[in-house]
Each structure stands twice: as structure tokens, then as C-alpha cells.
């Protein structure tokens, strides 16, 4: 079953997470509100009327539920990207791009992260793949010439 073919309330009952209005409200927002990753500032921004202590504990329960991943872009800000996920609520591994003019951080989700082969007795449990460069954006306004 596809990630965006079930309802958002469905998502969170699979996810095993309590549904309440808030709860729901920050999910429909991350959802459907951020084409890309995003900080809890921005989701701050987003929904003024919630507040920041309770937008930040159901970031965390999304992330522990594999909902969202983490992002560690190197702003110093943590970065959360909506997981796209298959039946087994795995989260599909994939690169991000943060730009160094405008400094949003970008999922290019057909962009997987490479298989790093490891050493005998080691075992990957997870992967960030942050490459740095320049948006689409600010090529156009030439924003990185300056």
C-alpha cells in the first residue's frame, strides 16, 4: 500500500500512535504542508496557535514511529523529512541536498543513499547522505554569483 493511498488519521492508528486533534493537526501539516524538509521553526510558522514544547514532542513521536527521519544538514538546526515508506513502515534511505544560498535543505528522493561497504564485525544501523551545493533557485537568480 502506498504511503499516500490511506488517510492521514489511518497512518498515525498504524503507526500505533494515540490520535488527538493536535496530533493530527502537526501530521496534516507535515504531510501536506512541506514539499521538502523542514525545522520546527518552520512548523512553528506554520501553526501559530500550537505550541513549540508540543510541536517538538510530536516531531519527536513521528520520528520514533519512522513517520519522519532526522536530518543533521550542518545549519545546527535539526531537519525533518516525511519518510516514504512501503507496508513495512521502512524508510527508504535517500540523499538531501542543502544549498549554500538559501540554506533549505532539499529530499531528492529518487536519489538513494549508496551501499558503504563495512568492515567484518560491523553493522550499519543508519545512514545521512548530505551533499552541499546550490538549488535550482538561487541558480536562476544568481544569487550564488555574489
Known amino acids: 500500500m502506498a504511503h499516500l493511498d490511506i488517510s492521514d488519521e489511518q497512518i498515525l ?3 500505533g500512535i494515540r490520535l ?29 496557535t500550537v505550541d513549540r514544547s508540543t510541536i517538538f514532542r510530536t516531531l519527536t513521536l513521528l520520528s520514533e514511529a519512522h513517520l519522519l527521519h532526522d536530518i543533521d544538514d550542518g545549519s545546527g538546526s535539526q531537519k525533518y523529512c516525511v519518510c516514504h515508506l512501503d507496508d513495512t513502515r521502512q524508510c527508504f534511505g535517500h540523499v538531501h541536498l542543502t544549498c549554500r544560498c538559501c540554506h533549505r535543505t532539499f529530499c531528492l528522493k529518487d536519489v538513494h543513499i549508496p551501499s558503504v561497504p563495512l568492515p567484518n564485525g560491523f553493522q550499519m544501523e543508519e545512514a545521512e547522505y548530505v551533499v552541499k551545493g546550490i538549488c535550482p533557485q538561487c541558480i536562476d537568480k544568481g544569487t550564488h554569483l555574489k
Not at 488527538?20 to 510558522?45: N, Q, Y
Open 13 to 15: 492508528d498504524n503507526a
Open 20 to 48: 488527538t486533534a493536535v496530533r493530527l493537526l502537526i501530521w496534516r501539516k507535515v504531510r501536506h504542508g512541506f514539499s521538502d524538509a523542514f525545522s520546527l521553526a518552520d512548523l512553528e510558522a506554520a501553526l501559530p
